[in-house]
T-cell receptor, first 113, second 113 residues
Framework: QKEVEQNSGPLSVPEGAIASLNCTYS??????FFWYRQYSGKSPELIMF????GDKEDGRFTAQLNKASQYVSLLIRDSQPSDSATYLC?????????????FGKGTKLSVIP | DGGITQSPKYLFRKEGQNVTLSCEQN?????MYWYRQDPGQGLRLIYY???????QKGDIAEGYSVSREKKESFPLTVTSAQKNPTAFYLC????????????FGPGTRLTVL
């Protein structure tokens, strides 16, 4: 059973603070990890992906991956009210020559002005 | 403009009717996917296709059918056998490789009356 676990939240942070979103996964063979942002009533938007252990930074976003602990996180620096959304963690698993994503249920982030 | 389009945006169905949701992409992606999202839930995979004229069942394929006659198109039919079809339906596409960045269309919200 491929599982991706996220704290459902809501996670509330004040404007300008760092938001930390966490995700654990069960498949030790997973190689690719993605963070999507989903505004209410809209479709998911890819914001970060990471394939190697360590940190990957893109603007205000940093993805962190620890394969030994089967843990991936997303940090949002200088949080803005426009960051208020649900953040979905997704993990690739492979089978029969194809690649699918397993999604967590998402963490709802609220940035308070 | 490159992207993924889905139509219609909203769809209302009477019980016992089949309905077809459209998904088209002009990203030249090989792989296409259909997901279902229920309130407070993550995305669940219905069907996916890696190449034209081939597709596989995902985790919740019962009551759904698909076709892949063209690379650009992957329509989903929700049949009367689907017991609880009211949901947000999302189509995605990717290159189909292991580092499998999937991009989503805007979604179709289906309501059964």
């Amino acid at each position: 059973q491929k599982e991706v676990e996220q704290n459902s939240g809501p996670l509330s942070v004040p404007e300008g603070a760092i938001a930390s979103l966490n995700c654990t996964y069960s498949d030790r063979g997973s190689q690719s990890f993605f963070w999507y942002r989903q505004y209410s009533g809209k479709s998911p938007e890819l914001i970060m992906f990471i394939y190697s252990n360590g940190d990957k930074e893109d603007g205000r976003f940093t993805a962190q991956l620890n394969k030994a602990s089967q843990y991936v996180s997303l940090l949002i620096r200088d949080s803005q009210p426009s960051d208020s959304a649900t953040y979905l963690c997704a993990v690739t698993y492979s089978g029969a020559g194809s690649y699918q994503l397993t999604f967590g249920k998402g963490t709802k982030l609220s940035v308070i002005p | 403009d490159g992207g993924i389009t889905q139509s219609p945006k909203y769809l209302f169905r009477k019980e016992g009717q089949n309905v077809t949701l459209s998904c088209e992409q002009n990203l030249n992606h090989d792989a296409m996917y259909w997901y279902r999202q229920d309130p407070g839930q993550g995305l669940r995979l219905i069907y996916y296709s890696q190449i034209v004229n081939d597709f596989q069942k995902g985790d919740i394929a019962e009551g759904y059918s698909v076709s892949r006659e063209k690379k650009e198109s992957f329509p989903l039919t929700v049949t009367s056998a689907q017991k609880n079809p009211t949901a947000f339906y999302l189509c995605a596409s990717s290159m189909g490789t292991e580092n499998n960045e999937q991009f989503f269309g805007p979604g179709t919200r289906l309501t059964v009356l």
